[in-house]
T-cell receptor, first 116, second 112 residues
Framework: ETGVTQTPRHLVMGMTNKKSLKCEQH?????MYWYKQSAKKPLELMFV???????ENNSVPSRFSPECPNSSHLFLHLHTLQPEDSALYLC???????????????FGPGTRLTVL | GESVGLHLPTLSVQEGDNSIINCAYSNSASDYFIWYKQESGKGPQFIID?????DKRQGQRVTVLLNKTVKHLSLQIAATQPGDSAVYFC???????????FGTGTRLQVFP
């Protein structure tokens, strides 16, 4: 286990549904991330929260809405999705420090999302 | 633009042999690199990292080599085992950003 949990692990939803993905990290990290992983494509960064503030929105459509109520929890609210949004959604966390020190990101197991 | 790519989509090796997975990157400002392993049904798992002030770093059965001149990164796995079968990703970032850029991944298949 990496210390990052995600629920649900699998989700099937229609295009008119509203659902939310949840991520929780137990590592005491101060940054959390949402990634989208599609078949045969690189991992795509969607959002970054650093000290609970959104620092990156990688041109993600507004039908994806992130929420970070505290440094341990991250949500991804889904609304009016399209079939091409079907993918594995991965959450990650890291300890960000100022300056040139870099630290790896720890990933959760992901939520397999299917949009019908 | 920035991009990280892998030369080989699939690598098949015999159990006990050494594996070498390659990665090219294009952003010369990147100064931190990571290799991740992703098994079926799981998220990416950190294997090893290297900073740009190093050329080589060794872990347990794994070695990462960095050639900044040609912007090339490689992961060497010694005595490859069936449990090493997975997709391997390289990723890069610059020190002044939280953003990791991932390659497309290489699938490593280990056969007996």
């Amino acid at each position: 286990e990496t210390g990052v949990t995600q629920t649900p692990r699998h989700l099937v939803m229609g295009m008119t549904n509203k659902k939310s993905l949840k991520c929780e990290q137990h590592l005491g990290h101060n940054a959390m991330y949402w990634y989208k992983q599609s078949a045969k494509k690189p991992l795509e960064l969607m959002f970054v929260y650093n000290f609970k503030e959104q620092t990156e929105n990688n041109s993600v459509p507004s039908r994806f809405s992130p929420e970070c109520p505290n440094s341990s929890h991250l949500f991804l609210h889904l609304h009016t999705l399209q079939p091409e949004d079907s993918a594995l959604y991965l959450c990650a966390s890291s300890q960000v420090r100022r300056g040139p020190i870099n630290n790896e990101q720890f990933f959760g197991p992901g939520t397999r999302l299917t949009v019908l | 633009g920035e991009s990280v790519g892998l030369h080989l989509p699939t690598l098949s090796v015999q159990e006990g042999d050494n594996s070498i997975i390659n990665c090219a990157y294009s952003n010369s400002a990147s100064d931190y690199f990571i290799w991740y392993k992703q098994e079926s049904g799981k998220g990416p798992q950190f294997i090893i990292d290297i900073r740009s002030n190093m050329d080589k770093r060794q872990g347990q059965r794994v070695t990462v080599l960095l050639n900044k001149t040609v912007k090339h990164l490689s992961l060497q796995i010694a005595a490859t085992q069936p449990g090493d079968s997975a997709v391997y990703f390289c990723a890069e970032k610059s020190y002044n950003t939280d953003k990791l850029i991932f390659g497309t991944g290489t699938r490593l298949q280990v056969f007996p």
